[in-house]
Antibody
């Protein structure tokens, strides 16, 4: 069974940093690209960042470029999102996801981890 | 960036009704479109991909159509478990994808 489990969320002050992780199991992690999304309270879904299977390609949304860094460890089946210079508007549930068939569509999602940025 | 606009933003319907949700892209995206269902506190669930292909395990009352800039998701006969929020997602510019703002389907 495919599982994606996010962790690392919590309450953090503006300007501080936080590192999210996504533990993958039930599939050959090293052969799948991975993506982070987020959803602010009561709002829609926002694409944040993409990393290819071998980590050689990374993309970021303009809203997080220069502040967030995506990385993965294929030996540990894990995906990370390092978040710095956090702002109030970064408050959201953060999801990791992947596409098992067509990589362009996301059929596997984690349960999400809540990040609250507040003083 | 390609903008995705869903209509309506919310709709009220009854069990057994037929419901159609529309998604328009700001430029042509061929058939690079997916539909997701999201229930409160849960992750999105993939329903339709490539505009009209039904994801494995999704009931056949869900169907998708369209290409280019206009797409529809139709639920042929609403069931109680279908009341949720629905999102379209364009994949034409993958990996830099965008979603519609969502359509909330409520019980009348």
């Amino acid at each position: 069974e495919v599982q994606l489990v996010e962790s690392g969320g919590g309450l953090v002050q503006p300007g501080k940093s936080l590192r999210l992780s996504c533990a993958a199991s039930g599939f050959t992690f090293s052969t799948y690209s991975m993506t982070w999304f987020r959803q602010a309270p009561g709002m829609g879904l926002e694409w944040l960042s993409y990393i290819s299977d071998s980590s050689d390609t990374k993309y970021y949304a303009d809203s997080v470029k220069g502040r967030f860094t995506i990385s993965r460890d294929n030996a540990k089946n894990s995906l990370d999102l390092q978040m710095t210079s956090l702002r109030d508007e970064d408050t959201a549930v953060y999801y990791c996801a992947t596409g098992s068939g067509w990589q362009y569509y996301f059929d596997y999602w984690g349960q999400g981890t809540l990040v609250t940025v507040s003083s | 960036d390609i903008q995705m606009t869903q209509s309506p933003s919310s709709v009220s319907a009854s069990v057994g009704d037929r419901v159609t949700i529309t998604c328009r892209a700001s430029q042509g995206i061929s058939s690079w479109l997916a539909w997701y269902q999201q229930k409160p506190g849960k992750a999105p669930k993939l329903l339709i991909y490539a505009a009209s292909r039904l994801e494995s395990g999704v009931p056949s009352r869900f169907s998708g159509s369209g290409s280019g800039t206009e797409f529809t998701l139709t639920i042929s006969s609403l069931q109680p478990e279908d009341f949720a929020t629905y999102y379209c997602q364009q994949a034409d510019t993958f990996p830099q994808i965008t979603f519609g703002q969502g359509t909330r389907l409520e019980i009348k």
